[in-house]
């Protein structure tokens, strides 16, 4: 399951990296490039925090009661 998260997350990267450099090359129009670049993103936003988040450990010397 975190491979296919993480896999999902390159590909949403790369749909925000990549149309920016093919608009730049002028190989694709701007109107493109928002739209996979919002999709992108949108996507990186939901996919990534689940495989990065990670729980602390508490330490029972730090905590006051």
Known sequence: MNILLKTISAVALGLVVIP?????????GLSTVKWTALVGTVAWFLVTPTWMSRRL???SAEVEI
């Not at 920016?20 to 694709?28: D, N, S």
Request: glycine share 8%; charged share 10%; with cysteine.
């Open 20 to 28: 920016c450099m093919l608009h730049f090359a002028g190989i694709i």
């Open 57 to 59: 450990q508490v330490d």
